[in-house]
């Protein structure tokens, strides 16, 4: 099995079956993509595939985790919270944001588990946790970079790659709006963690090295991370 990687999905499992007669893509068990392409299909033509079809693969991470039910009272990231306000005043369902406060107005006889509201509270929330990041995560990467001498080419924000972060090998380090819904202790391991990758493009004996001379406890903050899924 070959993996690549991407700048907004991260690492993309390649598998060739001699049985394939497509190209096809597909969100595995561990959130992450994979490809599957008949066995002589070229690495260039798969990148190609992936290249063109960024909305598509959208969709289907977005899909892969509509099981999610939001509802009255949830804490989102940081800083906000749902509010459900019932009313015989509106026609039709809303979302909205107002300070801190992610309010949803229903009619009397309204379910919240309705999809298409759900939809709805979900795009909400996306947009305060990209609010959240983009306002804590830059400087907090900048001050454990500059405390382990790392360097670095930028940060992007993403909510569809199923995973908490990563680093390319042009030194961009995507991060996951997810990451607010983390204790402070955990986003700091997701920072170091890809810090760490702009040395070490892998997960070597060196790699884990470097990580636990930023992070002496990162074997147990590696381990909680994992009680934590990467989606909003």
Known sequence: MTIIHDEEFGDINIRRNGLAKNVTIRVGTNGRFVVSAPKLTPLFYIKSVIAN?????????RESHSDHTYADGQTVGREHTI???RTGMISQPTVSV???TIIVKLRPDD????????????EAIIT???????????DRLALLAE????????????????RWGSCSSRGTISLNIALMKLPTILIDYVL?????????????????ELVGKYDDQYRLHRRQVKRFTPNV
């Open 98 to 100: 107002a300070k801190n």
């Open 53 to 61: 079809s960024r909305h598509t693969l959208k969709e289907l991470a």
């Open 111 to 122: 379910s919240i588990d309705n999809r298409e509201i759900q939809t709805n509270i979900r």
């Open 128 to 138: 305060v946790l990209r609010r959240e990041a983009k306002r804590y995560l830059p």
């Open 147 to 162: 405390r382990g001498h790392f360097s670095y080419d930028r940060v992007r924000f993403s909510h569809a790659a199923g």
């Open 83 to 85: 509010a459900v306000v």
């Open 192 to 208: 170091i963690h890809e810090l760490c990758h702009t040395r070490h493009l892998n997960h070597s004996p060196a790699f884990w």
